[in-house]
């Protein structure tokens, strides 16, 4: 790799890390963390190198385990390592392969649909999250939450697929201004 990919990819993956850190730390700040993180991710790409943004998702994620005290009992941890650090390096990689729409849209929908199916289940059999705390007035989504989640994961995916797509124009615009 070239010394300016390894140079974005080691700033890459401190940034995620801290971010991911304070998101461990921080409860109401977990799933802006998630998000950010996501964007520090794919900062390699301006080189248009994929090894580089998975290094700095190994690299950033591993960091914020160790100084997040490897809880994996936090929502951030499992959720970047499962979805927010990888989609979007996948969106980005199929997008330049010109694969086609609805394959690459089929591919997503059913990776964020599961992901949150399988972040529901994970929070709600080994956690022991109970939805016995929602007002009188929500106890309808106990009934449907399934049905609930999985609407909410297609409605997610193309509002996150998209922010991914303007975080990645945004990425080229300013680190050209910044990179000679």
Known sequence: MKSKIIAISAIAAGLTA?????????????LFALVISSAFVILPIYFKSYKGCIMSYLVGGILAMMFGG???????????FFFFGLYPVLSLFLRERKVKKWIYILIGLLWCVIYFYGAFFYYT????????????????INDYILIFIAVFGVVF???YDRYVLAIRLFIDKY???IIK
């Open 70 to 80: 490897f809880n994996f009992f936090s929502l951030v941890l499992p959720s970047f």
């Open 18 to 30: 801290i971010i991911l850190t304070v998101g461990i730390y921080v409860e109401l700040f977990d």
């Open 175 to 177: 680190l050209r201004r």
């Open 125 to 140: 059999e080994v956690m022991g999250l109970d939805f016995a705390d929602f007002p009188t007035w929500l106890n309808w």
């Open 157 to 159: 995916y193309f509002i």
